[in-house]
């Protein structure tokens, strides 16, 4: 009548071996279902099922749209911030897709809060990605605020940019790479105006590759950065000099010019 072992409870009116409970694993996912195989160990042995309702393979019922998409969206808006950490977070957002460094006025003005705290919260952001160890490091440099990879991560970092290059070039990069070729020295704005979309990504796989570099700035409002092809694009197109480009009026539409844009801010 004391047996010490635990004993199933459905073994008393289950003849076969698959018991009840198994089939209604997926959604009683909690460690207090029973173990069913018989002369199974206790529960405290068997491996304990993730927490979360949804997994990414699992297609369950909390995630909408892309069944893959992990963590769902679901995830980020159950997240509760109180003012503090709705402007850390925005901050964050923003150093994540600056290419310069941002002053401390504009971040402040952009999310709208006062300048002491978005000060105090980016020393609080760089001491803390420098304590985790993160693959990325905030530092304040050139009158702004900007994220770079970790100094540690070089290697990594190289291997990988070395892999992309073996990759051939977008449509779009090469576009890009024809305007400041016929162009330079040109600006991002300026490219942008011929391509009519946002250049910056195509900027940074270009630079990332040595086929563009900074060759100054404009001396116009902003002090724009100018921007120019290096050596090793020529050497890419067999190339000694510009000289040797083929004419770019045979292949632009009519009536259009790049050096029209030259008195462009």
């Known amino acids: 009548m004391t047996d010490p072992t635990p004993t199933p409870p459905a073994s008393s009116h289950a003849p076969g071996p698959p018991s009840p409970p198994a089939p209604e694993q997926p959604p009683a996912p909690g460690p207090s279902v029973p173990s069913p195989g018989p002369g199974a160990a206790g529960p405290e042995e068997r491996p304990a099922p993730a927490p979360s309702a949804a997994s990414p393979g699992s297609g369950a019922a909390g995630i909408e749209g892309d069944p893959t998409a992990w963590p ?31 002053p401390a006025p504009v971040l402040a003005e952009i999310v709208g809060s006062r300048l ?69 020295p040109v600006t991002r704005f300026q490219v942008a105006a011929v391509r009519g979309v946002n250049v910056d990504g195509v900027f940074r796989t270009l630079a990332s590759r040595g086929l563009i570099h900074e060759v100054g700035t404009d001396p116009g409002p902003g002090q724009a950065i100018l921007y120019g092809t290096t050596q090793a694009f020529l050497e890419q197109l067999g190339l000694n000099d510009l000289d040797q480009l083929p004419p770019i009026k045979d292949y632009l539409p009519e009536g259009v010019d790049l050096f029209d844009l030259q008195e462009q801010p």
Do not use: K, M, N
Not at 73 to 102: K, S
Not at 130 to 149: H, K, N, Q, S
């Open 116 to 184: 002491s705290e978005v000060e105090e919260l980016l020393v609080d952001l760089a001491g803390e990605y420098a304590r985790d160890g993160r693959g990325f490091v905030l530092r304040a440099i050139a009158g702004g605020w900007r994220l770079y990879t970790h100094p540690g991560a070089q290697t990594a970092v190289e291997a990988y940019l070395r892999a992309g290059q073996q990759s051939r070039l977008t449509r779009a990069a090469l576009e890009t790479l024809a305007v400041i070729a016929y162009r330079q």
């Open 72 to 102: 769902p969206d679901e995830a980020f808006d159950a997240v509760e911030l109180d003012d503090r950490g709705w402007t850390r977070r925005d901050l964050e957002a923003i150093l994540l897709v600056a290419d310069e460094p941002v």
